[in-house]
């Protein structure tokens, strides 16, 4: 027993598992997948994991932390953000910092994307279909936390390779990069939509 209660007590600092005043830190076994969110004026903030990495030293094992962080506005704009610190709280708010600096303009197609995309990004590949209204968003919490931030609400995805969530994050992101609508594709080549008249209803028979 005494031997257990020696491991279980840390060594002083910031370093250690016990914050400042001697409170525990949160998701300290690194929180995989914790899908914590933070609503601000406009932007939310999503949590996707957390790692923590010792270091040895002298007194004993240093610990810091990495939080994966997606912010948007739920309304074409996402960003990815990763943050690094000592306590874990730091590492989030430095995480949703340098989301919000980085925040991008997909192009969606009301409540779902315009067309299928696939796109890879280290081992990770991802796969995203349009689907019907009232779908909701088939997919895993990684790709979802990107997905909802950026808006969408019905869509089918598949996610292959590597299960790195920094690698699927960005993966995912890369697709919504690649989401071309329309109107852009014919304004970039300078043509005209041509708007289809829908089929007029036969008379009502009496």
Known sequence: MAEEKTKSNPPEGRGGPRGRGGRRRPHGDGGEGLGESRGGDELTEKVVFINRSAKVVKGGRRFSFSALVVAGDR??????GLGKAGEVADAIRKGGEVAKHSL?????KEATIPHEVYSTFGGAKVLLRPASPGTGIIAGKTVRAVLESAGVKDVLSKSLGSKNAANVVKATLAALLQLRRREDIYRSRGLEIKETKAAEAPPAVA
């Open 104 to 108: 991008v303009s997909v192009s969606l």
């Open 75 to 80: 309304k074409g704009r996402v960003g990815v």
